[in-house]
């Protein structure tokens, strides 16, 4: 069956990446079925979905039963070409009778329940974001109106493999306890969506500042993770992973209304700040060996030292020649005050920010100018927080 998605590709390292329909839009065709189901006592096959992107789909119902005076619908997930872990997830919808003439909607197994402030929903609130919300209402709405029938309904999102799932998600470190989110702003899934994961960076940093800190420890992966762990003086619970998202992480800190952030990132990746480069990742740019040659110069490096520094496999590589050559100590030293330079310019010194960076064989490299203030309010703020008293 066509469900029109099937048309909408995207184009990504000169492949062709099929979109898919979010967890939203699954959630809201299921009610959609099950409220039809439940006021006819017929079930459909299928039901029509247009989505806030714009985009209609006809979306196969995989499951509809009636019992108790409650329906029951369930419609497949499909991710398309994202890495996504509800990819061919049943989203079940539970659509009953009740007084008055509201719609209410609420989640039931598998689907998690808020239990910090910050996010897109209040706490005790089924982590069924608004657009989710809004588009289940909708589509409830319309069949009310169709079939003329004017009295409430109760509409239930059930995922049965959601506690199972979330083990793989954010949420727990959201305080999203007993399930996955319902999500989705646009009903679409587009292909490794940048988008889907800078709002995960966004929600966890909201929910952070929910919570009343004013500084944010940030690393971009694993490595910037393990180095704090190492460190032992702070908070990795607190500490926000920001993948390559240099940049947009700054831009929300500011929006946000924090004091400070602290990036510790890894050489690899972090030196690519010092050249403004705000995305890390690999595809966007890369200039790493350039940048530690350019700082090399600074230092009085010859021109047969710079020319194996641009030679280099690696950056660890790379650092290994300019030790050799006695200035690896004042490379680091420039090249942390540019990284504070860049991000602060990022930020139009609207918050104090500074970096640490680390190599994965020389441990740390570096502090940037105002890291020092920043690492030692941070410490103390794990003092004061919750489980860090010492």
């Known amino acids: 069956m066509k469900t029109g998605i099937e048309e909408y590709v995207a184009i990504k390292n000169n492949k062709r990446m099929a979109f898919g329909y979010t967890t939203g839009t699954c959630a809201a065709a299921a009610a959609c079925a099950a409220a039809q189901l439940l006021l006819t006592g017929r079930p459909v096959p299928s039901v029509s979905i247009l ?22 619908c369930a419609v497949k997930k499909y991710a398309g070409d994202d890495p996504d872990v509800t990819d061919g997830v049943l989203i079940y919808a539970y659509v009953e009778k009740i007084g008055g003439n509201e719609i209410e909607i609420d989640g039931g197994v598998g689907v998690g329940r808020v239990t910090k402030p910050g996010l897109d929903q209040p706490v005790g609130n089924a982590a069924i974001n608004r657009v989710p919300r809004q588009m289940i209402r909708e589509a409830v709405e319309s069949v009310r109106e169709d079939l003329e029938y004017e009295n409430g309904l109760r509409v239930v999102i059930a995922i049965p493999d959601g506690m199972r799932l979330a083990e793989k998600t954010f949420n727990p470190r959201l305080g999203i306890e007993g399930g996955i989110s319902v999500l989705g702003t646009s009903g679409i899934v587009e292909p490794m969506s940048e988008e889907a994961l800078v709002a995960t960076i966004e929600a966890e940093m ?45 831009d929300i800190a500011v929006e946000l209304g924090v004091r400070g952030i602290l990036f510790v990132g890894h050489i690899g990746k972090f030196i690519k700040v010092a050249g403004g480069i705000m995305n890390t990742h690999s595809r966007e740019a890369d200039s790493r060996l350039e940048i530690l040659a350019a700082h090399g110069a600074l230092a009085g490096a010859d021109t047969s030292l710079l020319k194996r520094v641009m030679a280099s496999v690696t950056t660890e590589d790379a650092l290994d020649i300019l030790a050799e050559a006695g200035v690896l100590d004042t490379v680091m030293e420039t090249v942390v005050e540019k990284v504070e330079f860049y991000l602060r310019h990022r930020a139009y010194d609207r918050l104090e920010i500074g970096a640490i960076l680390f190599s994965s064989r020389r441990g740390e490299l570096g502090r940037s100018p105002s890291a020092d203030r920043l690492w030692d309010i941070l410490k103390n703020q794990k003092k004061r927080s919750k489980g860090g008293q010492e």
């Not at 009343?212 to 190492?230: C, T, V």
């Open 51 to 72: 989505t806030p992107k714009g985009i209609r789909l006809n979306l196969p119902v995989e499951e509809s039963t009636c019992e108790d005076g409650r329906a029951i």
């Open 206 to 250: 909201r929910m952070r500042a929910a919570e009343g800190r004013e500084y944010l420890l940030i690393a971009p992966g694993n490595y910037g993770m393990d180095f704090i762990r190492e460190s032992g003086e702070l908070n990795l619970e607190e500490a926000v992973k920001c993948s390559n998202y240099v940049g947009r992480t700054v």
